[in-house]
């Protein structure tokens, strides 16, 4: 009765019951679902998601020698500082980048780590696969989680006299631009995090954005991560100690595995919450 005093046990039972509901609703969103919406990627011998399925149903092996526009390797390999010329390589030139589609100058492409050339193209491939490319993106609450190691670019732009370097070369360089450069470039305000934990790096940054999503953080998030091999400095230090397999193959749990093989690519997840995705009427691709 709406004119009924309770008594002190009566209001303390209603107040747990209010804190249990809101417990269980706080515990509903941290473990609710993610969906999967759109896809985007390059990887060896796969320019796209429908190729790499092809790749993978097919077992092919991407494996390659290192291509002539990199560096070579004949003299590291007869000295003895490198155990292996083989790893995943990109068919496309790292250099190949259509700089006028972001409203990059050519001067300023230049400057820009192939890293964050690839990873611009391929994130927008996986937005126009969500649906979500365009109109509204700008302003939108979504976040970036992007995995990043590499430094060969940064070294190069970095290396040059003091009168060869421009404002450029930071922004172009720097791995907390990385992220950074989707969010100003695609216009994006939620959260925008590089992340590097080694190989790891791009699970790191899909767990990140995850948790930024069931926090409410962010209402949709770009997730993964972006390597490519510019330069032979790291697999010298990586063969002397013993990391390289001499055929540039990983062979994980397996009696015959003697080292991992190097690869480079992109690939990028676009994530929402799924009864979010489900509202809006997304195409559901999985579920994490």
């Not at 697999?235 to 390289?244: D, I, K, P, T």
């Amino acid at each position: 009765m709406s004119g009924e005093v309770l008594s002190p046990l009566q209001r303390a039972a209603l107040v747990i019951q209010e804190l249990r509901q809101r417990v269980q609703t706080l515990e509903a969103t941290h473990q609710e679902p993610l969906a999967v919406i759109g896809l985007g990627c390059r990887f060896p011998q796969a320019r796209d998601v429908e190729a790499y399925q092809a790749l993978l149903q097919a077992g092919t092996d991407a494996t390659g020698e290192v291509p002539a526009d990199r560096w070579d390797p004949a003299a590291l390999l007869a000295e003895g500082r490198l155990r292996t010329a083989s790893g995943g390589y990109l068919a496309d030139p790292p250099g190949g980048f259509d700089a006028a589609f972001f409203g990059i100058s050519p001067r300023e492409a230049v400057s820009i780590d192939p890293q964050q050339r690839l990873l611009l193209e391929v994130a927008w491939e996986a937005l126009e696969d969500a649906g979500a490319a365009g109109v509204g993106l700008a302003g939108s609450r979504t976040g970036v989680f992007i995995g990043v190691s590499m430094i060969d670019y940064a070294r190069r732009l970095l290396d040059r006299p003091a009168a060869q370097i421009d404002a450029y070369a930071a922004s172009g360089g720097l791995h907390a631009v990385v992220s950074g450069r989707l969010s100003f470039s695609f216009g994006l305000t939620g959260p925008s995090l590089s992340v590097d934990t080694a190989c790891s790096s791009s699970l790191t940054a899909v767990h990140l954005a995850c948790r930024a999503l069931r926090a409410g953080e962010c209402d949709m998030a770009l997730a993964g991560g972006v390597n490519l091999l510019l330069a032979p400095e790291l697999s010298v230090a990586f063969s002397a100690a013993g990391m390289l397999s001499p055929d540039g193959r990983c062979k994980a749990f397996d009696a015959s595995a003697d080292g991992y093989g190097r690869a480079e690519g992109c690939g990028v997840v676009v994530l929402k919450r799924l009864s979010q995705a489900r509202t809006a009427g997304d195409r559901v691709l999985a579920v994490i």
